[in-house]
């Protein structure tokens, strides 16, 4: 591939971008797909003169997500693993948002207001916090390189037949909101301040956003908790971020701490 050729993203995609693409370039030749524009049927309250991201017309084999990542500080694109590619994806019902919005939020203000607005009656289920929000956990140590990581969690995410995403973003975390993803509905309807915990993520536990769907999202860890005291801390963020996981699996937080362990891949799921 040529200098000049390098320079291009694939027509159509330098929509993605409120500048047009410019300077942007994709050396990784993509499977056909097409871009995802919101419907405006489904949320008459927003206002998109552009679509929110690009998505494959089929599955995508192990090994593309990788590629697509480390093209990503030259392409602006991150890879998204999108399960359910059918609906709601294809259809557009998505609410796209601008990632401006994320740097109004933080980990420790979502944490401890919705900490606040659910501990009543499950003080118990949450020992040994109880009714007092501990706060956002502290760093985790490394264990391996975070793209490494992720690289390797996206195979595995392969492994379910998924069709592939792309977002214009300069963090995986912003992909949740450019793409519009609401699979966590009915635990929070606002996704921007979510991503602002992901964003956290990335930065304290090397996580990075792999793969989402209907209602689930799944990131690779290269810094998880390695002490059951952390874990703990740990499980603590994770109940104000996505409830179900705990409630709805293990029950309590110190079981849940068990599972997430020295454990290199976090999946969240809501009802």
Known sequence: MSVHERRLLPPGLELLFGDGGDGRAL?????????????????????????SFWLSDAPVPAGLWSRLRREHPRSGLWPVLMEDGVQPWAAGQIAPDSVDEIDHYTAAG???????????????????????????????VPVADPDAVADWYADVVAERIT????????????????????????????????????????????????????????????????????ALHVAAEHWTFCPDSILQGPGTLADYAEQILGQNAWSFWWD
Do not use: K
């Open 110 to 140: 979502f944490m401890a207001e919705v900490w606040e607005d659910l501990v009543e009656g499950r003080e118990e289920e949450l020992a040994p916090f109880g009714a007092a929000c501990p706060g956002p956990a502290a760093p985790g």
């Open 163 to 230: 069709p592939l995403g792309l977002a214009a973003v300069r963090r995986g975390a912003d992909a949740m909101v450019a793409i519009g993803w609401q699979g966590a509905l009915h635990h929070n309807e606002w996704t921007v301040p979510l991503a602002a915990v992901v964003r956290s993520w990335e930065d304290r536990f090397g996580a990075r956003v792999v793969g989402m769907g209907f209602n689930t999202l799944d990131l690779s860890v290269a810094a998880p908790p390695a002490t059951p005291a952390h």
């Open 27 to 51: 050396g990784v030749e993509l499977p056909s797909g097409a871009l995802v524009w919101p419907d405006p049927d489904y949320d008459r309250l927003r206002t998109h003169h552009r679509p």
